[in-house]
């Protein structure tokens, strides 16, 4: 068994030695200049990649606290207004939980797993309405079913029917492989961490936050410390943090934005694409279904039903043999469906050795 197992998880995700080795670069202060220039160039290839002319913060954090930064500083204390959240899936629903584990109002909208939210729902549910909600949280990519919500529809509802409502995207297993164009739709926090489709190592997140947001959150006397957009605001107008960053992530970050853009960020969503429709009919050519309902697979994770009734556990002892691994279901979805990510960095060759393994395994495991 060889030492190195290359992930194909859906987070963390493999991580190219180029990438590693960019954070044993000699460390620098987060009060001068080598940091400002390295924030500086951070945050210009940061925007490239959201589709933003506004700030990106940088957060020393996992995604999760980015679910908190929005729920403190977008949502307020007033329960006649709260914020609906769209649930299809076990992250969406815990971030549900962390706005009401902030004290805020929120209503629920759910659909059955493997479904996706749609834009005729929220539209029904803003209709119902006679205070406009705060906020309507939505994850674009839910990575324990499979399933991309229709975000462009979902938000063209939000505008037609509540023009006040802030929009708050999760896209942590999908910007950098899916594209989203922030400014284009209009949305107010877009979330993301470093563990998926950047292909980094997890402690970092990113959070493309409008000016909307930001005058909301001046309007939100208890937004505590740490997730303070505007204390964050404050000190990214200077190219730094208010908190000591994680430099080593960041000399990281700094080497694979420079890599994405020299792939293109086009040429990059098609790679992502082509590697999905490959994991889909793999899938489907030995006998499995895909969770996700028809039109709404992700582009960045497949999760598959396990119809065969195959054991997952054995299915990677034998990938690891080859050096791979995939993910088992998450929740209550685990041993009936498994996830094969093809995000980051992962290629054409790379996704043909994992499919080429896992077929031997069940033709002759």
Same mark, same amino acid.
């Not at 290359?6 to 180029?18: A, S, T």
């Not at 059955?112 to 005729?120: E, F, L, Y």
């Not at 082509?274 to 028809?294: C, D, S, Y």
């Given at each position: 068994m060889t030492s190195h197992i290359?992930?194909?998880?859906?987070?963390?995700?493999?991580?190219?030695?180029?990438i590693l080795d960019a954070q044993s670069e000699w460390m620098i202060g987060h009060r001068g200049k080598a940091f #400002?220039?390295?924030?500086?160039?951070?945050? @210009?290839?940061?925007?490239?990649?959201?589709?933003?002319?506004?700030?990106?913060?940088?957060?020393?954090?996992?995604?999760?606290?980015?679910?908190?930064?929005?729920?403190?500083?977008?949502?307020?204390?007033?329960?006649?207004?709260?914020?609906?959240?769209?649930?299809?899936?076990?992250?969406?629903?815990?971030?549900?939980?962390?706005?009401?584990?902030?004290?805020?109002?929120? @209503?629920?909208?759910?659909?059955?797993?493997?479904?996706?939210?749609?834009?005729?729902?929220?539209? /029904?549910?803003?209709r119902a309405r006679t205070v406009p909600y705060d906020a309507i949280a939505v994850v674009h990519n839910e990575t324990s079913t499979g399933v991309r919500n229709p975000l462009a529809e979902i938000v063209g509802a939000i505008r037609a029917h509540a023009t006040e409502t802030l929009i708050l995207v999760d896209a942590v297993s999908s910007l950098a492989g899916d594209k989203i164009d922030v400014d284009g739709l209009g949305l107010d926090v877009t979330l993301t961490s470093s563990q998926k489709c950047f292909g980094l190592p997890?402690?970092?997140?990113?959070?493309?936050?409008?000016?909307?947001?930001?005058?909301?959150? /001046?309007?939100?006397?208890?937004?505590?410390?740490?997730?303070?957009?505007?204390?964050? *605001?404050?000190?990214?107008?200077?190219?730094?943090?208010?908190?000591?960053?994680?430099?080593?992530?960041?000399?990281?970050?700094?080497?694979?934005?420079?890599?994405?853009?020299? #792939?293109?960020?086009?040429?990059?969503?098609?790679r992502h694409a082509?590697?999905?429709?490959?994991?889909? *009919?793999?899938?489907? *050519?030995?006998?499995? *279904?895909?969770? /996700?309902?028809?039109g709404f697979e992700s582009q960045t994770v497949t999760v598959v039903k396990n119809t065969r009734k195959v054991d997952v556990a054995a299915l990677n002892t034998s990938l690891a043999a080859h050096g791979l691994s995939i993910a088992d279901g998450y929740g209550g979805l685990k041993g009936r469906t498994f996830r094969i990510a093809h995000m980051a960095d992962t290629t054409v060759a790379d996704m043909r050795e994992l499919l080429a393994a896992m077929t031997e395994h069940l033709n002759h495991g």
């Open positions: 290359k992930l194909f998880n859906p987070g963390p995700v493999e991580v190219r030695r180029e #400002e220039a390295l924030y500086a160039r951070i945050q @210009t290839g940061l925007r490239q990649v959201f589709g933003t002319a506004s700030r990106v913060f940088v957060s020393t954090s996992s995604g999760s606290g980015l679910w908190e930064a929005a729920a403190r500083n977008c949502v307020s204390d007033d329960p006649a207004r709260g914020v609906l959240a769209l649930v299809c899936g076990d992250f969406s629903e815990r971030w549900a939980d962390v706005f009401a584990r902030n004290g805020k109002a929120v @209503t629920i909208q759910e659909v059955a797993r493997g479904q996706a939210n749609t834009a005729d729902s929220v539209a /029904a549910a803003l997890p402690g970092l997140a990113f959070a493309a936050v409008s000016d909307r947001a930001l005058a909301r959150a /001046a309007t939100i006397p208890n937004r505590g410390y740490y997730f303070d957009f505007l204390e964050l *605001e404050a000190f990214g107008t200077k190219n730094n943090t208010p908190s000591t960053p994680a430099i080593s992530l960041m000399r990281a970050l700094d080497r694979q934005l420079a890599d994405m853009l020299a #792939e293109g960020l086009e040429q990059r969503y098609a082509a590697l999905a429709q490959m994991t889909r *009919e793999w899938a489907k *050519e030995m006998g499995f *279904e895909l969770f /996700a309902a028809p």
